[in-house]
């Protein structure tokens, strides 16, 4: 028995040794966690702790025998559920498994948020007699959260508002435009949706500084903020464009008298740097269900309407039609097949002559491009400048136009055609001026045509100068250094700023054929032309009218100074051949008394 006794004893030491030691090792387990882990009575008292606890004990100046918990977290006297707090404790109680809380510990110069994590400890009969609770400090975490929502809104703030005029972007209209087709839709109402795009703004970009341009836009987006109610939408759509949906309507004049209002709005001169800037607009409009149900069908007939109403002249609204359709289709097969156009060798160059009004003979030739098209025969330049300009074609096609002008020119020289004085004109288009070595490349050009440099005039227009003025300036230079000479193409219609036009190496204005048509008639016009006279006569330019098209006309220009001319009066531009005929014609009307072609040739 002794025996056994000590025997029992011993296992008892060597057990009660073994419990100490696994019950030490745990204990390091959980000292050696960071976070305050608690063990909770359920009259909130702390029946064991770790290390990280027991330091914020003393931090808080408590003892660490019959402490509770809410004095250890919050340094507070009342339990949390008294304070409005959620009790992690009762929950466990209540619920009977583990829960998790968030609590928001305010102290003076600081505020901490701890996620507390508390599971139920149970005793041998599965009764629920505390609980383990840890608590984990989440206020950085919390920090970058609320950071990262704050940089997702500005992120979502970007990505649907335009920043310049704060209006909603494209992608927030084509919402906008579908929520309210959805509703439209429940209230079988009709909603119209409007493109509008400023007129000839790109000039009014070139003319003035982007800033400046800015500044337009961003008057233009108040003017129109004004017209749009609190259930409308208005939107940038991108550059001068602007997306409009306003209230559902009931008969088609209502779209029709919002368009009206837009132009209203846009009749005042906007004032920059003290100058008046007119913007017009032109406005597409498409009809929810009369011509289309979904957002992109909406939209993309918008802006077939709109291209018409550009095509117009701009300042008009059109309403989306089934032919816009088909010509919008068009416009995108001919600038398909523009691409290949040079290489298939399908540009021809038309000659028009210049006329020196007072002794009507030959004074110089403009080469005016076309396009024959293997289906649709001539097409203008009108038409497929712009493209070309658009997709870059224009840089190819302005070389091959100046090399083909240059060689023609010199082979008439050459054969007798055209006296060794007469000028030829080329045009060259805002795009090509982009080209560092412009200036350089059609020194190239001429020379290897071995046209004489005095000979070859270069037409540019107002606002390609106004664009980048130091550049074209120093281009225009480089120019008139080789003997080039340079003309300013439909003078009177750009913005041309009177301090760049005495800087620029000029030899000739070129009176737009807008002021030409209605003179002697209107009055205004004809004080325009006057205005244009004096000034080139005070700048020692030559002056050539465009677009003389009756003898009125010529007379008038004629007696009020303006020596030069070109128009249907003389002829049209014609194929290299038919000018071949005409220039023989008028040297054979001069030819045979020797002097002056005089009246005859002015009548051919
Ligand atoms: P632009 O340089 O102002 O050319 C004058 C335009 O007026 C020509 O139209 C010509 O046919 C037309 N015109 C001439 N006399 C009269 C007239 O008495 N009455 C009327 N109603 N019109 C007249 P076109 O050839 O259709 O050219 C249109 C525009 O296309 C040109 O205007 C020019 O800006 C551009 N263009 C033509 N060829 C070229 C080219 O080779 N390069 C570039 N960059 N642009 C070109
Ligand atoms: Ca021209
Ligand atoms: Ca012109």
């Not at 004004?226 to 088609?252: C, M, N």
């Not at 409009?285 to 117009?312: C, F, M, N, V, W």
């Not at 190239?444 to 227009?461: F, K, Y």
Request: hydrophobic content about 40%; charged content about 25%; overall charge negative.
């Amino acid at each position: 028995m002794i025996n056994a006794d000590i025997d029992i004893t011993e296992q008892d030491a060597a057990n009660t040794a073994a419990l100490i030691q696994e019950r030490t090792f745990l204990q390091h387990i959980i000292d050696g966690i960071d976070n305050p882990i608690m063990v909770i009575a359920q009259d909130y008292r702390l029946i064991r702790m770790n290390q990280a606890a027991k330091r914020q004990a003393r931090e808080r100046k408590r003892p660490l025998q019959s402490l509770h918990c809410y004095e250890l977290l919050y340094g507070s006297d009342k339990p949390c559920s008294e304070l409005g707090r959620e009790c992690p404790l009762a929950e466990v109680f209540a619920q009977g498994c583990s829960t998790k809380v968030v609590h928001l510990i305010e102290e003076p110069g600081t505020e901490q948020s701890y996620e507390l994590s508390a599971s139920p400890l149970r005793d041998d009969q599965d009764r629920i007699f505390g609980i383990i609770e840890i608590a984990h400090d989440i206020s950085e975490q919390l920090v970058i959260a609320a950071e990262l929502r704050r940089s997702e809104l500005i992120v979502l703030r970007l990505s649907q508002y335009d920043l310049l005029t704060s209006l909603p972007n494209r992608l927030l209209f084509a919402d906008r435009l579908s929520e309210g087709l959805a509703e439209a839709r429940r209230h079988q109402a009709r909603l119209a949706v409007m493109i509008v795009d400023l007129d000839r703004f790109k000039q009014i970009n070139d003319c003035f500084d982007h800033q400046d341009g800015d500044e337009i836009l961003k008057a233009v987006a108040g003017r129109l903020q004004q017209l749009v109610g609190e259930h409308e939408t208005l939107a940038r759509l991108g550059g001068d464009e602007f997306g409009l949906i306003p209230a559902p309507f009931q008969t088609k004049d209502e779209p029709a008298r919002f368009a009206e209002r837009i132009h209203e709005a846009l009749q005042p001169p906007f004032i920059l740097h003290g100058q008046r800037v007119l913007v017009g607009a032109s406005i597409g409009i498409a009809l929810y269900p009369d011509q289309g149900h979904t957002a992109d069908d909406l939209l993309r007939k918008a802006d077939a309407a709109l291209y018409s109403a550009k095509a117009e002249g701009g300042k008009t609204a059109h309403f989306f039609t089934e032919q816009l359709t088909t010509a919008a289709r068009d416009r995108l097969v001919l600038e398909a097949s523009l691409q290949e156009a040079l290489e298939r060798d399908e540009f021809e160059l038309y000659y028009q002559p210049q006329i020196d009004l007072r002794i009507g003979q030959l004074y110089g030739i403009e080469a005016l491009v076309r396009w024959r098209h293997p289906e649709r025969g001539l097409v203008s330049p009108v038409t497929f400048i712009p493209l070309a300009e658009e997709s870059g074609l224009i840089n190819p096609l302005g070389d091959w136009g100046l090399r083909t002008a240059c060689q023609q020119m010199q082979a008439w020289r050459v054969a007798g055609v055209v006296a060794p004085t007469t000028s030829i004109s080329v045009n060259l288009s805002t795009r090509q001026f982009e080209q560092r070595d412009l200036a350089q490349k059609i020194i190239n050009i001429l020379e290897q045509s071995e046209l004489a440099p005095e000979v070859l005039e270069i037409e540019i227009t107002e606002s390609t100068v106004m664009q980048s003025p130091h550049r074209s300036i120093d281009c225009l230079h480089l120019l008139r250094q080789a003997g080039i000479r340079v003309a300013v193409d439909d003078f009177g219609t750009g913005y041309s700023s009177m301090s760049y036009l005495k800087r620029l190496p000029l030899t000739k204005l070129k009176i737009d054929r807008s002021f030409v048509s209605d003179i002697p008639e209107d009055l205004n016009d004809a004080a325009i032309v006057r205005a244009i006279i004096a000034l080139g006569t005070s700048l020692s330019l030559e002056l050539l009218a465009e677009g003389i098209e009756t003898q009125e006309q010529q007379a008038f220009l004629l007696n009020e100074g303006c020596s030069l001319g070109q128009g249907y009066l003389f002829a049209k531009p014609l194929p290299a051949e038919d000018f071949v005929h005409f220039a023989t014609r008028i040297g054979q009307a001069s030819s045979p008394a020797g002097g002056p072609a005089g009246e005859q040739a002015t009548q051919v």
